[in-house]
């Protein structure tokens, strides 16, 4: 028989290849990336909302609201074939009125073309003067 010596390598413990701390930090920001991501599309679909505004929809506008005690309101409603007056409290909404329609003809109170004269002599009057003549 042959005298062999077999020699016996130490093998040092192998190391692991990421460490806890580098191994955390790489799980939180994938976790962090996922949360921001989850909020950018919340953002998103609250923006744009869900489905497109039809053309044809009904229209409803509050054109005008006050307050008539601490929790009561009286709110005037357009809808396409009427204006609405309404009752608005913390509990219920009560039908108060119906008014015509607003044509869209209707503007707002538009000034005068007296009123624009009568503002423009009353200026010319406030830049005279006195002893200058015209």
């Given amino acids: 028989m042959k005298n062999t010596t077999q020699q016996v390598q130490q093998v040092p413990a192998s190391q692991p290849a990421v460490s806890a701390g580098s191994m955390l930090t790489q799980v939180s920001s994938v ?27 009904k229209t409803l506008n509050i054109r005008a609201s006050v307050t008539v005690g601490q929790r009561e309101r009286v709110v005037i409603v357009d809808v396409e074939d009427a204006r609405l007056v309404l009752g608005v409290t913390a509990q219920n909404i009560t039908h108060l009125h119906t ?10 109170e538009s000034p ?17 003067r006195p002893g200058k003549p015209q």
Avoid: H
């Avoid at 008014?99 to 707002?108: A, H, I, M, N, Q």
């Fill in 112 to 128: 005068s073309p007296v009123a624009k004269a009568d503002f423009s002599n009353m200026l010319q009057t406030l830049l005279k």
């Fill in 31 to 57: 976790l962090a990336f996922i949360i921001i991501l989850i909020l950018g599309a919340a953002w998103l679909a609250r923006r744009f909302g869900f489905a497109p505004k039809r053309a044809g929809a």
């Fill in 99 to 108: 008014l015509p329609p607003k044509s869209p003809t209707d503007s707002e």
